[in-house]
């Protein structure tokens, strides 16, 4: 089989879950391609090396460029926080490398249209890690769907929450935190949350037309853990907006990290004419669906065990009943991401799709600034 | 409307039940007879009085062989500890009356059949109280079998599970507690929980042909609160049994006063050839449905808000999605019972149905007593 | 006991759920008044004889004028149609009768605003039928929020979703549909739905500051039965916000009659500093509660069985395990009525309350109009 | 590190569970050994080479007993038929291996027995796959009962129940189905999934004392995949018993393969003085707690989402709210299989405790082949 060598940037929480993905993905799917963990890229040495340790990376490296410009890598993924993505990104592809990078694409729009731009001239192939697409009940979700089961639709509504930021002891920025630094994640839950809630929503249901948010800071000042000093929090706590998709429906989309008792209650409903669906990332096995068409004393919603052969993935695993987790989404995005490059097509999400994504999330945040209906914008 | 007059013998929480449902039945259902609160019966005349004034009966009375006699009683509702069963329904069939009498019927079988043969002798119209049977998600899984959706049957499972009396401190008998003083209450939970599990369980799956029991008293001494002392404890706390029915499924039956965080948790499921249905008391308003005939990749556990108008009994109550209560199967066995004997039928579960139930409870005891297999006696 | 004779305004969904509570009140709880089934009205003569009989009223009447001023009533009772609500409120003020009047109290802020001052002018006691509030569970989580357990509020979320009117072939107006008929409803599922959900969130979370709303009408002409001619529908089939309470929580807010598989599917979730409360009404005897303060590895929602005598009216009722239903609602609210009325005390909620919810209504309605964030107006 | 080669004799559904832990514990776990997969070892050699290339064993094999004697085995584990079990552990021992086995250890006690003399006298590190014990909810149960939080425990009760073999079409033996043919497996459910009950019961609640059992086989006959003819089926399909705890709690067991809708689904509760816990595989991410020295009106069932860096093992795996599956379970045993022999500890549960399972099994099968109550055998 071909091997496929990896130059991973980036060892925190999704370094780990994208060296997991390559390191399994061939046990359980036939895929034209062997992925091979050859360097690992981190600025602290020691941690580099550690990391490569426990995932049998051949190197550990410091510096990305050099990462990027081997002759001995042929993808470069991007796990390192959002602020990097667009510099590493467009090295790579002017590199002539194949591409994955974490999401949100971009901070922002004008970022991962600079991405896209770069991807697309140099032709390498290219996806943006929005892994829950490949959880199996929201892709069967999708065939449903697809297979027009649901009707016109009406109504989608999407949260995603969460509540380990409500400490005021929580300091920003820092090791493990870049997540509540402004600059490095470019904004908080829109770019964070949001963006796989809309990733999700715009796959499921089409493209969103204009959206009215809100966004609110609970807590104002932290600690900057590489200042020392407390300054005022620039990223968004909470983030929340009414949309009208392309179809017509309409939509509540909501995220936060101060809706205490949530841990990452990742939710999403579509209401059709005939059939509506419900899914959350706190029972990821299961999909709740209800069928008008059902005969009428029997009409109801039903549990989906989503671990049978006939299930999207699930014939690759184990036996019906039982269950699969969080981390096979992204050996699912691998799987997908090696037979579509090894059968000459185009593995989606996109960096083309990660921008549509960032471009809603730029017209929540304007709209949220501008306490007004704000277009997405079309390109 | 014809008046139908009401004498009740009790004033507990069945005498309520009881009540409320002769009272509300007429605003609900279109019904042959208009049941009149006409004397209630208690042996304590102050509570006597305070009772019919509560729900306005006309009168009060001490002794039960009155209204018994009484030419102005059509119906004699026997809701009074079960020590007392026997001798007021034998009576109350001599003189001729309509009886409905709380389950268990007898303490044990023996009582049971001579209460029959009284009702029967006289051929006068007669009810027990197994209420469960007109919960509407429970007389929806009675149509859904006797439809033939199921098929044969391999397993029936019910447990009734409460925590109320893990307490030492409980006394035995007296005012609210006769349900742990054998000598009136005739057993423990064998026949205050599992009969009503039983009742369900023929009703829905036939016959019960053999039975192996185990019972345990788990708090061997209480105080006797009329007496004062503390003396063994005669009931049986838990009562657990496997059983054959007759068509060949097996049964795990088990009820307890037990089980640390469950009130009154009856749930039963039963498991077909085609398709199996779960139900539990704790959510008396759904009922829990797995077709395996649905689409493959479709397929899972229902959960039918039985709140539609197509749903036993519910195009009398509210509008979709509205749930109804405990109290509502009392009314519905009134509304029932009140049609069958205005249509001249006869209304179900009859004396010989609750002998039925006494007869595997006996086999029950008597299991757990020998320590062996026993054979529920087939009259 | 002192009677209290009530005229009810009415015989429809809610004329029942009314009737129901009146009747029923004195058999469970202790209140100093016995109310008195005195006179049902309505337009139609002979449904207003055949409710009369169904339930018992003295008397049956087609003109409301009548009942309102008749000597023989003490209580107008007003289950009519939104657009009857101010006319008849005010007259049965000005009579120096005690008012109570279903939701929303007029078809927008200006009619309840003369009501208002009507029944203040009159200082007659007055109750608008929010009746969620008296959901045991619901009642419970006041309680727990007015004890402080949530601490500081970040987060509120409603929906009310039903899917009755998707299909095309439903008319609008006429028996039983006059909720479709702007002209009758004053708005779609803005008043009918969304006001209980603002209801109960203003009560539980304090005042409303601004929204921003959208609103639909997916079906845009439909048969109105009056006339049997197709028109062009006035109602919102659908609202949804985003608001800003007082205290500086932020909520989602969404109601439609488009979202198939929900029936009355109520849902309400407040999050706070230190614990959360979710509750539904198609489980309306369970309450969600979970609480950071738990022990580490405990921590996780608690299911609580709205059964026992420490909850909310449910001491009154059965005994621990046995629910109740939607029903219970409306005698829990005329038992504090009749209680608050007995000892000087308001009864709540009173029509003012009934007036800021309309107000909240009227500012989602101009916000979705003028598509821009909207005070609600503030007295 | 040091490195621990693995000889792995089976190459099916626990084949492939097996190879997975070996091969990701070092990525997860800090643990004393790396282990290394050696050969894997298969009656068909295509196999055996097709599955040494998926999972990247240095070798593949047909004769175990060349793997049982090589020198560059450190460690057989035993994945193959039940039948097998014995004869391979022993020579294992006998070679002065560490030994694994899956369940259960033997087909029957005394098959057993004789593998646990082997290892104890052979001195060999040894451990059985119930791989169970290390869910991570299960293990949480666990210590939940050794801290004392549920006080005296009166009730025990678990099932497993799958619908897989229901048509008649189903062979009995050959590949991926010899679990239906008794001369290789024992027997049916009472050795494939009874037993995985019983092991976790007796960890978390000590020894079982006696049992009253059934058991069925509801399809007589099926077609034996290596004869082609149609011969007696001779494993029970249906197994369940009731039984007493050492500790003097109550239990109902229940195992069949034809309750319709359940795939899987393996549950378990029990009930303490002071509180109780509930877990079932189809959600194993989640346990269910009740505690009654909760304040009263909070009471309630808590859902704890298994996935805190304070619950067992999941430090080493993602983030709050993101859910592991099935197969970690058995990650989790190699990483505390490998903790204890490089500590020097033994490994549970032992080949002893296996036995300890088996002794039960039996003492199910006798007591439901001669409708008795059966002790346990004791040792």
């Known amino acids: 089989m071909k091997q496929l060598r990896v130059g991973l940037i980036g060892y925190g929480f999704m370094g780990r879950t994208h060296s997991n993905a390559f390191r399994k993905v061939n046990n359980f799917f036939d895929v034209p ?3 091979v963990l050859q360097t690992i890229c981190a600025r602290n040495e020691d941690r580099a090396k550690a990391f490569a340790a426990k995932w049998g990376y051949a190197s550990a490296e410091t510096d990305w460029r050099k990462v990027v410009e081997s002759p001995d890598i042929d993808l470069i993924d991007i796990a390192s926080p959002n602020d990097t993505h667009a510099e590493i990104a467009i090295a790579a592809a002017k590199a002539g490398k194949m ?10 729009g004008a970022e991962s249209e600079a991405i896209v731009d770069a991807v697309e001239k140099a032709g390498v192939a290219n996806m ?8 199996p009940a929201v892709t069967l979700a999708k065939q449903l769907i697809d297979e027009g089961r ?28 870049w997540r509540l630094d402004v600059n490095v994640a470019g904004s908080g839950v829109t770019g964070d949350l949001l963006a796989h ?7 499921l249901n089409g493209g969103i037309d204009e959206v009215s948010a809100m966004t609110e800071t609970f807590i104002k000042e932290r600690m900057h853990t590489l200042t020392g000093e407390v300054t005022p929090v620039g990223i968004d706590d909470a ?31 579509i209401n059709g004419e005939n059939a509506s669906i419900m899914w959350d990332l706190h029972d990821l096995h299961r999909l709740q669906y209800f069928d008008y068409r059902d005969e009428g004393k029997l009409r109801g919603w039903k549990s989906i065990h989503i671990t049978d052969r006939e299930h999207p993935y699930m014939a690759n695993w184990w036996v019906p009943g039982l269950q699969i987790g969080y ?44 306490r007004s209906w704000t277009k997405v914008k079309t390109r």
Chains 1, 2, 3, 4 share one sequence.
């Open 99 to 108: 591409v994955m990078c974490e999401k949100p694409l971009g901070r922002n």
């Open 197 to 203: 809630c809309i990733d999700t929503a715009m796959w």
């Open 128 to 135: 943006v890690w929005y892994n829950y697409r490949r959880v």
């Open 327 to 370: 981390e096979h989404t992204f050996i699912h995005q691998v799987a997908d991401f090696l037979t579509a490059v090894g059968g000459g097509n185009t593995p989606s999400p996109t960096f083309r799709d990660g921008l549509a994504t960032d471009d809603v999330t730029d017209a929540v945040l304007q709209s949220a600034a501008s």
């Open 33 to 35: 391609f062997q992925p």
């Open 239 to 269: 983030s929340l907006f009414l949309a009208r998709f392309n179809n017509g429906s309409l939509a509540t989309f909501e995220a936060t990290r101060y809706a205490r008792g949530h841990k990452a209650l990742y939710t999403l409903e």
């Open 150 to 177: 649901l009707g016109r639709i009406f109504h989608y509504r999407a949260k995603f929450l969460q509540d380990w930021t409500i400490s005021t002891e929580l300091p920003q920025g820092g090791e493990g935190l």
